[in-house]
């Protein structure tokens, strides 16, 4: 069998680039996707009590009209919910209002004056290099006090790999720097208030988790072009062939791939030079476990309105809950009788968490936050490890990445995505699937 295009993975990117070339009539198109269904780790499942389940936290807040346009004649405009975000920080057992650094003023009198402290201490060091750490990016931008009391043990827990390896060329838009004249002269500012960041609005599909999205790009696109439960085990570079796990064997003319770049360099086999198959191995990524726990009642007063909450608590295994049930009213089987929680606990790769403590540890520590009460309330539990989380945005990546891309694009595979292009700055929804049209358009001009 042989396709004039293959496309290896069926999350959005691997979608997006299926859906460009749909688009463009070039229906000769093959995607295999390792997992029994699409949409990567942007899919959603339905459990046996009837409770909807996300691996992650997924919402839409993209500013891209094109891609919002998708959304609405995909799904349909009138099949989404509009939210406003209403997050926060559990610190010290007081919600401290999200993003921390700009609502200084809503710590206690001594937290207040150790982060004012440092922040006036960083003056002149707002010019950092991108060469430097994010451990000393953290300390030299933010402050010692806010460095101590929640950035740095919270970056340590969510990255689980040590910030002094990681570069910080990738905090753009991703981490808020607060002005220090805003925080002197403002009053403190409402909990509602929340300003700051892309996803301040944000929009979730009715029914079906944001999974549902994916499984429709899918059906438009069409199950002839998509085999599921189809993992690729070799490249054969010099034949233009993929090896997959069942052993059959699928030919190519230009292959695309969102497989992660290490798994990718592996499955090239002994055609990858030593020095790409040693950038490969700098390689570092997170895994990450996601933690549902379907529950009887109401939520607790002092959780009931929120959407999601950071804790930088070691404590505490998990570095976002998400109260998932505010999403939509069908993430439940019965919005009077139940709602339900998310937590997602990173790991890593070389320390492997079991499933079953991972349960326990969620639920004791929900017991100990006071989101639930007692255990009997739980009628459900959910479970989900990505051994893939995040890609670590570590001080050696970009070299690697260089050695790395330049030998596929060599290959004639354009790798992109989440994880194959390695970039966690570019890896929301809506960037994958927009790297994919753009790998489309440039297999079409290779063409």
């Not at 069998?1 to 979608?15: D, N, R, T």
């Not at 309330?377 to 690697?400: F, K, M, S």
Request: aromatic share 10%; charged share 20%; glycine share 8%.
């Amino acid at each position: 069998m042989k396709h004039q295009f293959v496309i290896i993975g069926a999350g959005p990117a691997g979608l997006g680039a299926a859906f460009e070339l749909k688009k463009r009539g070039l229906n000769d198109f093959l995607v295999l996707e390792a997992q029994p269904f699409v949409g990567g780790l942007s899919s959603s499942f339905v459990d046996d009590r009837g409770f909807t389940w996300d691996i992650g936290g997924h919402v839409s807040f993209s500013e891209d009209a094109g891609y919002n346009a998708l959304l609405d004649n995909v799904i349909g405009p009138d099949n989404w919910v509009y939210h406003k975000r209403n997050a926060f920080v559990f610190l010290d057992g007081a919600f401290i209002p999200f993003p921390i650094q700009n609502h200084i003023l809503a710590l206690s009198p001594g937290d207040q004056e150790k982060c004012v402290a440092g922040l006036l201490e960083r003056k002149g060091a707002l010019a950092v290099s991108g060469a430097e750490d994010f451990e000393t990016w953290i300390v030299k931008i933010l402050g010692r006090g806010l460095a101590d009391l929640f950035m740095l043990p919270y970056n340590r827990k969510i990255w689980s790999y040590p910030l002094d390896q990681m570069s910080c060329s990738w905090v753009k838009n991703r981490v808020a720097v607060p002005d220090v004249q805003e925080v002197l002269q403002k009053k403190p500012l409402p909990p509602n208030f929340q300003a700051w960041g892309g996803n301040r609005l944000f929009r979730y599909p009715k029914e079906g988790g944001f999974g549902r999205l994916w499984q429709s790009i899918a059906d438009t696109i069409g199950p002839e072009h998509i085999r599921l439960a189809s993992g690729v085990s070799e490249i054969r570079l010099r034949q233009k062939e993929l090896l997959l796990s069942s052993g059959e064997s699928v030919a190519y003319e230009r292959l695309l791939s969102t497989a992660p770049l290490d798994l990718c360099v592996n499955m090239c086999g002994s055609d990858v030079p030593q020095d790409v198959r040693g950038a490969a191995q700098e390689l570092k990524h997170t895994s990450t476990h996601v933690v549902g726990l379907g529950l009887e009642g109401v939520p607790p007063e002092a959780w009931r309105d929120k959407t999601w909450v950071y804790s930088a608590d070691p404590e505490v295994p998990f570095y976002r809950v998400t109260i998932l049930s505010n999403y939509s009213p069908a993430m439940t089987p019965d919005r009077n009788r139940f709602w339900s929680v998310m937590a997602e606990v990173s790991g890593s790769p070389d320390r492997a968490k079991d499933r079953d403590s991972v349960l326990q540890s969620v639920v004791q520590a929900c017991r100990t936050l006071g989101i639930i009460g007692s255990e009997r309330e739980i009628c459900a539990r959910w479970h989900y490890c990505a051994p893939y989380g995040y890609p670590v945005p570590t001080l050696t990546r970009d070299l690697a990445l260089t050695l790395i891309q330049r030998f596929l694009a060599a290959q004639d595979i354009i790798s992109f995505g989440r994880f194959g292009s390695w970039r966690y700055e570019e890896g929301n929804m809506d960037a994958c699937f927009n790297q994919g049209i753009r790998a489309a358009e440039q297999l079409v001009a290779r063409s």
